[in-house]
């Protein structure tokens, strides 16, 4: 066993090396992220809600027992009554409730065989008038539920978009730093080749002092770079690592595969804005702080209402001296029985609800007003991010052709002076300027990915674009 150990890791390091994608890399952080699960476990307790709220309409069984007596113990007169009671109750969608029960009681009087049994069957039902009355005030908290689930569930579209956006980011950033670390090397190698030769130059007396100098201090510049890259990239990968939801403890190497890539068709402001409107998650949260807003004035102007309850019951009944017999006449419709109720009941002065219904209306002017914010919010993001695009992708254009200008003027520069005709000082500059241009270049390709990204975020398609979505 203890054999298989390394060849157990060196495959284990193997398949950690293997190259990801950004689709891949952007599914491990969907799957993994820390933050991202504890997100989805938030919008499953709002699931829970609505089916809890659901259930209070589910029918309930009950059943009940009262014994009592009259008379103290040991008097002649003692009597004693022991009653029972079953049933069946279902809230019913109109505010009110239908229940069906059995009810019984035995008397034991103080005389021998002194004894009664009452047994009856009804159904009930109590069904309010005003104050709660209807589907809109019955089924308001399973509204509710139901809300509160709709906007965790945006709520967790968003935290998933920005997780998306940071991995996406993160991604870009490792990419850059390698590939800033490779031009530092590169830059590197051509500054101490340069430094070698004109360090030849000079002993043959084709160079001075003042040559070798320069060059050695572009030696040093690039050493420096080099190490800032490096300290880059092991930073961007541990950022990485973290949304990816790795132990950090022990890191596997990231091998990445992608490599930016132009946008194939230009951003339309309306478009974009119109897109927007219909699926951005944070906009459409607003629309259902609104509803919300509106359902609560609605159910606190109707809750200033005076509360009027009917009741009533139909049954059958039956009373005699044996409980079995008791029982069976209840079925033979002999003493059929019947309840009817109104009950009312008014606030008195009813400031409190009165002072509910304004609290609510302000509500809804406050939720309106937020509303009318953040679509001018969103109309500000969607511009700013069509804006970023087009601006990076000029970006791009103008530091590929500062790149080829670059490197043509090195190599310009290190004909001259091979040819004797050249100033070392020229070449130095042309080398830096070269090295700048192309970190100049690659963080305009890198800024265009995430500002493409960054558009379709605020668009609300990011995780449809990216075929991310649940």
Wanted: aromatic share 4%; charged share 25%.
């Amino acid at each position: 066993m203890p054999a298989c150990g390394p060849l157990f890791l060196a495959l284990i390091s193997a398949l950690a090396a293997e190259p990801f994608t950004l689709q891949q890399t952007l599914e491990q952080a969907v799957r993994a992220n820390l933050e991202l699960r504890q997100d989805r476990l938030i919008l499953q307790r709002t699931e829970l809600r609505v089916e809890a709220a659901v259930g209070t309409f589910d029918p309930s069984l009950w059943a009940g027992v009262d014994r009592g007596g009259s008379g103290r113990p040991g008097d002649d007169d003692l009597s004693r009554a022991t009653s029972f009671s079953t049933g069946l109750t279902k809230p019913l969608s109109t505010g009110g409730d239908a229940s069906l029960a059995w009810y019984g009681v035995h008397e034991r009087g103080s005389e021998p065989d002194s004894q009664s049994h009452d047994s009856q069957l009804y159904l009930g039902i109590s069904q309010p008038l005003l104050d709660g009355a209807g589907r809109f005030a019955a089924r308001y908290d399973v509204r509710a539920a139901k809300r509160s689930h709709a906007y965790q569930a945006l709520a967790y579209r968003a935290a998933k978009e920005d997780l998306v956006l940071a991995t996406a980011t993160a991604y870009w950033s490792v990419v850059a730093a390698r590939e800033t670390l490779a031009i530092a090397e590169r830059s590197l190698g051509i500054a101490n080749q340069q430094l070698s030769e004109t360090r030849e130059r000079r002993a043959e007396g084709f160079a001075a002092l003042g040559d070798e100098l320069q060059v050695e201090r572009a030696v040093y510049t690039a050493r420096q770079a080099k190490l800032m890259a490096e300290t880059r990239v092991a930073d961007t990968e541990a950022q990485l690592l973290r949304l990816l939801g790795h132990d950090l403890a022990r890191r596997p190497t990231l091998e990445l595969s992608d490599h930016p890539r132009d946008p194939s068709v230009p951003p339309d402001l309306q478009l974009s804005i119109d897109i927007a409107r219909e699926y951005n998650a944070p906009w459409l949260q607003h629309r259902i702080l609104v509803q919300a807003a509106s359902e609560a004035l609605q159910l606190a102007r109707n809750g200033n209402l005076p509360t009027l309850d009917l009741s009533g019951s139909v049954g059958l009944s039956a009373s005699n001296n044996e409980p079995r017999e008791a029982r069976t006449q209840v079925f033979s419709g002999h003493q059929p029985a019947w309840t009817v109720g109104l009950t009312l009941a008014m606030p008195i002065p009813g400031r409190a609800e009165g002072l509910e219904a304004d609290q609510a209306w302000l509500g809804t002017l406050e939720a309106r007003l937020a509303m009318q914010a953040a679509e001018q919010d969103l109309l500000q993001r969607v511009e700013a991010a069509v804006r970023a695009v087009q601006r990076d992708t000029e970006r791009v254009h103008l530091a590929r052709r500062t790149v080829e200008i670059a490197q043509a003027a090195l190599e310009a520069d290190q004909e001259l002076v091979a040819e004797g005709r050249g100033s070392t000082r020229e070449l130095v500059r042309s080398l830096e300027s070269l090295d700048a241009a192309q970190v100049s270049r690659l963080g305009a390709e890198i800024d265009l990915q995430v500002s493409v990204l960054s558009l379709m975020r605020t668009e609300g398609l990011l995780l449809t674009k990216l075929g991310l979505e649940d």
